[in-house]
């Protein structure tokens, strides 16, 4: 697809990936729309990246509802859903309980669902579309203490398997894009970016990737894509 004036909605664009890619995005001509919970940061990271600011939560349905009405309003059309929010944190086994699973789960499955349930109407009448998920390797490898995060990607993975099978015939292309570790601010307590280390991936990585991917023609599409440091020792 052609960047220039396409219309793509990121959520959790504030910071990490979803920044990054915004910032990619816009620099080739695409007009961009962010989501985050934080209406402050929102605005402020919407005004440095000439995006348009959205603030939601993706768990609040009522949110993604006002998300694409917005949206909708602005653009008129929307050409890539890019499901990146999310969050994450490490619990051992016999420690877990039932709300730390829905508290995850409601963004990481429950919103992205919904957020491309809401897109996957708009581009069934528009006969074209594209859907980028942010999922994770550990989706294809759990580690210790990842019960609920890397099953939440993996749910993630086989949702965008599902939405591939169903939304090719529309000429809806459902991509994944699974990160390893990337220096954003994922998992820490204060939100705040970590420093870039040579020997790890930084968003700007997961930016061009997803930059790649929907560059390719539209007649052909990557189902999914790994990103791994080259060297992480």
Known sequence: MKLENANILITGGTM??????????????????????????????????????ITADVANPEDVKR????FMEEYGRLDVLINNAGIGFSKAIDQLTLDDFEHIYRVNVFGAAMM???????F????????????STA???????????????AALRSMTQSWQAELRRYNVRVMLV????????????DRQERDDQPNKLRSEEIAW??????QMDNRGFVPELTVWATNPF
């Open 16 to 53: 990490g990936i979803g920044y990054a890619t915004a910032k990619l995005l816009i620099g080739n001509g695409a007009n961009v729309a962010i989501t985050g919970r934080d209406e402050k940061r929102t605005h402020k990271a919407a005004r440095d990246l000439g995006a348009m600011p």
């Open 67 to 70: 998300t694409f009405h917005l």
């Open 116 to 122: 491309a349930a809401k897109a996957a109407k708009i």
């Open 124 to 135: 069934k009448k528009q006969n074209y579309g594209n859907i980028i998920n942010i999922g």
């Open 139 to 153: 989706a294809l490898k759990g580690y210790e203490g990842g019960s609920i995060y890397a099953s939440s990607k």
């Open 178 to 189: 699974n990160p390893s570790e990337v220096t954003t601010a994922f998992g820490q307590p």
């Open 209 to 214: 990737a997803i930059k790649s991917a929907l």
